[in-house]
């Protein structure tokens, strides 16, 4: 059994990149405005169906689309952005609460429509990616990866990059960063907050519709695959620590190696049961994440 | 002050008539199906079915009773893809809605959130889209099914795979964590245990799991099939998993979701060799003289009104409306429906013996299979060029099986 085990290590990072994908930008929005966006499958599933439709239109590999999608649902994000700041931003109610319901609202919308516009059955987006993988045998021992979830990890890799750029080295970051500590302080320092709020909410937006099209060539997309996405970025980024964007890959990474290891070498019946009390101990020994830097 | 009392007199009467009124001019028939969540695809193929029952019925005028024609109204419960929301329409249509009788649910999991409930409330449910045992095992009094367990019809699908040449011998067989693909599972091992093709491997995994890890640890097994219990979705991604990783085994069998075009549609050529199993196709031979007259009609017809390729599951949901419209015609009864005129579709339902276009709906009366419908025959599909192809048992068969599976890169 232990042939296996470098399968295991390797799936296990794989599943850890499209982890990341999924919750990276999720992380950001919550760090920066503090919104946790229930919304975030639904945006994943609507970039995916951008996605599909653009490659059947065109017949073009749909890795090239991302940029348009990134573009589409950016411009979507900026301009939806100040909605929810005055839902969150009211006299009355806490504005968490008010911020969770508001996008808990949105992704019913969504759904709702993707299942009214697109139908309820599942399709599945074309790379040419999807047929490829690196294939080691020796013996009896095997290893393979497949092109696509590498080319998803690559993608986790470089958004993850990206971010860190972006956040850490240039004046926008700066911005950011000053707006997450504290808004009113930012304000005073010639920070508009709402502006900087709408570029943040419109780069999660973007790179969540990126993933979409990314998740639609690994698996299948549908009108209701919204909801699973939700609730595994949000396994994530809990476990990173709420905000902390840092901690985004290292818990994406756990949880993969968590599952690959559980669907190889014990019941694979468990590995849910095995992801939440990992979690769960996590939680109780550290209650803001992994590193304990989270809200 | 008068006038305000003799309004709300007034409003209340208006409330209070319909409640006893008692004669109706129609059936009212509860649907209660996934019309979104994770299984809304079979739901809504469900509802189609049910619909498709309920607008022809209607085209014809209605349910013939001692010569006066009664229509149907369908009301409807999205079940969410929950047990408990099924039964929390379950309730609604049988306490709200006073329906006279229901059309079950998509999935074996919500059939058996809504049954209890219909007990309780003494109201006779046909489900056309539920398959596990466990339904029948729970032998429910007002539930009844048209697509038999999966335990009936399962089987039928690894004896065509036993009969190929060179016979399988080793298997690898999962199944999703829920009530209908953990018995598909269960029923592929058992079935493959008794043909003499090893089991090496037998796992339930867990809902919409990727399952990449699993089929590499698999690949190193080197099985000749892979038997796999699951919904639509979860069979295209454990293909796109296996075209992932470069690993094409002798043969892949599935069960429901092969049959939908969706498969086809979402894998192109990887849907290509995919065995399943079914009761009912649009090409298979039958005779009827309620609404359709064979399955092609019904075929081409579903096809003119939804503009899809209909499976076993369209099918056996519209079949549900047949066996009640059936049985009510048999016992005479006009709507509303009172509780003796339940008690006594129930026995008619018990009775029923009909050729539909869907084949023959008799409902088993003990053992097992209790109130499931068992004059069917299991039928092994195959998608071959695009179509899904009867490949066995022979005397169904309109092509050889294509085995072994060619290799993902080769097609």
Avoid: C
């Amino acid at each position: 059994m232990l042939l296996l085990l470098p399968q295991a290590l390797v799936d296990g990072i794989l599943i850890g990149g499209v982890f990341i994908t999924i919750a990276i930008g999720f992380s950001l929005a919550f760090g920066v405005m503090h919104i946790i966006d229930l919304a975030v499958g639904e945006w994943i599933m609507l970039g995916a169906f951008l996605g599909f439709y653009l490659t059947q239109w065109t017949n073009i590999e749909p890795l090239l689309f991302l940029p348009v999608v990134f573009a589409a649902f950016g411009i979507i994000g900026y301009f939806l952005q100040p909605v929810i700041f005055r839902v969150i931003s009211g006299i009355k109610g806490d504005p968490v609460l008010m911020g969770l319901v508001f996008t808990f609202g949105l992704a019913l919308i969504f759904k709702g429509t993707g299942l009214t516009i697109f139908g309820f059955y599942s399709h599945s987006i074309p790379s040419v990616f999807s047929a490829g993988s690196i294939s080691i045998e020796i013996g009896n021992f095997y290893l393979t990866i497949p092109i696509m979830r590498f080319v998803g990890l690559a993608y986790a890799i470089i958004i993850t990059i990206m971010l860190q750029y972006l956040l850490k080295k240039s004046n926008f970051g700066l911005a950011v960063r000053a707006l997450a500590q504290n808004r009113e302080a930012s304000g005073l320092m010639g920070i508009n907050p709402k502006k900087t709020s709408s570029y943040v909410y419109a780069i999660y937006v973007g790179i969540s519709a990126m993933t979409g099209v990314l998740i639609g060539s690994i698996f299948s997309l549908s009108a209701q695959m919204g909801a699973r996405y939700t609730a595994l970025s949000f396994f994530v980024v809990v476990l990173a620590g709420m905000g902390y964007l840092a901690g985004v890959p290292w818990a994406a990474f756990l949880l993969g190696l968590i599952q690959s290891f559980f669907l190889i070498y014990f019941n694979p019946g468990y590995t849910l049961i095995a992801v939440f009390s990992i979690l769960y101990v996590v939680l109780l020994i550290s209650p803001k994440g992994l590193f304990g830097r989270g809200w | 002050m008068k006038r305000n009392i003799f309004f709300v007199f007034v409003v209340a009467l208006l409330l209070v008539l319909p409640q006893f009124a008692g004669a109706r001019d129609f059936f009212k028939v509860g649907v209660i199906t996934s019309l979104s969540g994770p299984l809304a695809t079979g739901g809504n193929v469900t509802k189609y079915g049910y619909d498709m029952w309920a607008n022809t019925v209607n085209s014809h005028g209605g349910i013939e009773i001692q010569g006066k024609k009664y229509k149907v109204q369908l009301f409807y419960s999205d079940a969410q893809s929950e047990p408990s929301q099924a039964a929390s329409g379950a309730e609604r249509l049988a306490t709200q809605e006073k329906v006279d009788f229901v059309l079950g649910p998509y999935s074996s999991g919500a059939t058996l959130g809504a049954a209890p409930v219909l007990e309780k409330y003494k109201i006779p449910m046909i489900t056309g889209s539920a398959e596990s045992p466990l339904i029948w095992k729970q032998k429910f009094y007002y539930t009844f099914g048209t697509i038999p367990p999966v335990n009936f019809t399962g089987a039928g699908a690894i004896k065509t795979l036993a009969q190929l040449k060179p016979a399988p011998k080793k298997a690898v067989i999962l199944g999703s964590n829920d009530a209908f693909s953990k018995s598909t599972a269960e029923t592929f091992k058992e079935a493959s245990e008794k043909a003499g093709i090893k089991v090496l491997k037998f796992s339930i995994v867990p809902q919409g799991q990727d399952l990449t890890p699993f089929m590499s640890a698999v690949k190193v097994l080197r099985p000749d099939f892979i038997g796999f219990g699951g919904h639509d979705d979860e069979l295209i991604n454990l293909v796109k998993a296996l075209h992932q990783i470069d690993y094409t085994p002798k043969a892949l069998l599935m069960h429901y979701g092969v049959t939908e075009p969706a498969f086809i549609e979402a894998l192109g050529k990887d849907a290509e060799y995919v065995f399943g199993g079914s009761v009912w196709t649009g090409s298979l031979h039958t005779k009827s003289d309620i609404l359709w007259k064979d399955a092609k009609s019904y075929f081409e017809d579903a096809r003119k009104a939804f503009g899809i390729d209909v499976d076993y599951t369209h099918a056996g949901s519209t079949a549900a409306g047949i066996a009640f419209q059936a049985a009510l015609q048999k016992i005479n009864a006009a709507p509303p429906l009172k509780m003796e005129a339940r008690e006594a579709l129930i026995k008619a339902l018990e009775d029923l013996d009909i050729t539909t276009f869907y084949g023959r709906v008799n409902f088993a009366t003990e053992g097992q299979f209790y109130h499931a419908n068992v004059g069917l025959d299991p039928l092994t599909i195959q998608i071959q060029n695009g179509k899904v192809t009867l490949v066995g048992p022979e005397n169904y068969a309109e092509a050889k099986p294509w085995y072994p599976m060619k290799p993902w890169k080769e097609r």
